[in-house]
């Protein structure tokens, strides 16, 4: 198996493309382990989990990743007497990495952690990178730590079982990475794209390696998000807002924030029609959503309600070129001129 490292202030990382379930053993290393993990997960894959392990399951879903949750796992973890040397695995998607990472960031004070990645989402994105964090009161990930798994195992044998739309949510995210630093990659998802099923012509265990490697390289500069970690939220500013709007999955909102922001790019004198041109192919070619039917103003409204958002200015980040981001900060109207247009 190739691996990647993440080194840096808060600890460091080992991250293995290609991996199957069964590696998981290796990494256990004689350590009193517990599993956490879904419902779902559970039903496809406990038998292909280390045996003889404490797993916990909780439901499916963001619900999830809620501090009382957290809560009620560090409760289980006294009972199982976990100590100071155990180790946690989180067997899942991000839901499942987050809670994971939170979890055993915080019970006595902090215990080691690895993630099998079961999602795309989780292997480009949420499992690497040490943000661990649980919603609290409707806001997401508002409660958290910056602090490094030992171990992500991107489990590349288990994304068959991975419904149709939580694929195509996921490769929002791949094609992101492509983007903002990798035109060989986003090559790849162009030409596939082509295709009536692009799936078919995708191999998701390379794409999703040469994302992770994007994730990896961009963390290992910036880890606590200060300068070129931003880029990696292309298309989320409107993403974001778009989600909370509209009840959509996280993929799809990127993907229309993606176009918006290559739209103002094109604005900006940034980029060219055709490289408009050339994402909105890709992006729809997989099925991901173009546009919604949102006003300049209510998506200003729910980008200003958004944590992320700094003093008086947004940084938004544009395209200046396949394979290449930058970061533009935007006064209030400003943006909201530029949204007017790019939502069209
Ligand atoms: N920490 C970070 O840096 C970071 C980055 C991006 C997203 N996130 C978080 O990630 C979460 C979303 O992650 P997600 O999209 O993976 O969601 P998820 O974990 O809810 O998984 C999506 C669905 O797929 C199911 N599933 C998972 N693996 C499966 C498999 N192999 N086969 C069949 N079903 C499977 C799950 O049970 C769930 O129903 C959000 O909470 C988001 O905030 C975190």
Redesign the pocket.
């Known amino acids: 198996m190739n691996s990647l490292n993440i080194s840096g202030e808060a600890g460091s990382s080992e991250i293995f493309l290609n991996g199957k379930l069964d590696d998981l053993n290796r990494f256990i290393k004689n350590r009193k382990t517990c599993i956490i993990t879904?419902e779902?997960?559970h039903h496809?894959y406990k038998d292909q989990f280390p045996s003889d392990i404490p797993i916990i399951v909780v439901p499916?879903?963001?619900n999830s990743?809620t501090i009382e949750s957290a809560g009620s796992i560090h409760r289980k973890l006294v009972e199982l007497e976990m100590d100071r040397g155990s180790l946690l695995i989180g067997i899942?998607?991000?839901?499942?990495t987050?809670l994971t990472g939170f979890v055993a960031s915080t019970f006595l004070r902090g215990i080691a952690f690895g993630f099998a990645a079961?999602?795309i989402?989780?292997q480009v994105?949420?499992a690497i990178?040490g943000?661990?964090g649980v919603n609290l009161d409707g806001y997401?990930?508002l409660v958290g730590i910056i602090r490094q798994p030992e171990f992500v195992l991107i489990a590349a044998d288990?994304?068959s079982?991975?419904?149709r739309e939580?694929l195509v949510?996921g490769m929002a995210e791949v094609i992101k990475c492509g983007l903002i630093a990798d035109i060989e990659l986003f090559n790849i998802l162009a030409d596939a794209a082509k295709n009536e099923n692009p799936f078919k012509h995708t191999d998701l265990a390379l794409v999703c390696g040469m994302a992770a490697k994007v994730k990896v390289d961009v963390v290992n500069i910036d880890v606590f998000e200060k300068g070129v970690r931003r880029h990696l939220n292309l298309g989320h500013t409107l993403g974001h807002a778009i989600e909370k709007l509209k009840k959509i999955p996280?993929g799809f909102g990127v993907s229309a924030g993606i176009i918006a922001a290559a739209k103002i790019s094109i604005k900006e004198g940034l980029i060219s029609k055709d490289v408009l041109k050339v994402i909105t192919e890709t992006l729809g070619g997989y099925g991901l959503p173009l546009s919604y039917n949102i006003t300049a103003a209510d998506a200003m409204d729910a980008i200003l309600k958004d944590k992320k958002r700094k003093a008086d200015k947004i940084n938004l980040v544009l395209l200046e070129n396949i394979g290449k981001a930058t970061v533009k900060p935007f006064g209030f109207t400003e943006l909201e001129n530029a949204l007017v247009e790019a939502l069209k």
């Open positions: 879904d779902n997960v496809f499916a879903g963001e990743k899942g998607g991000g839901v499942i987050d079961t999602t989402l989780a994105d949420a990178g943000k661990n997401k990930n288990t994304l079982t991975l419904p939580e949510n996280h």
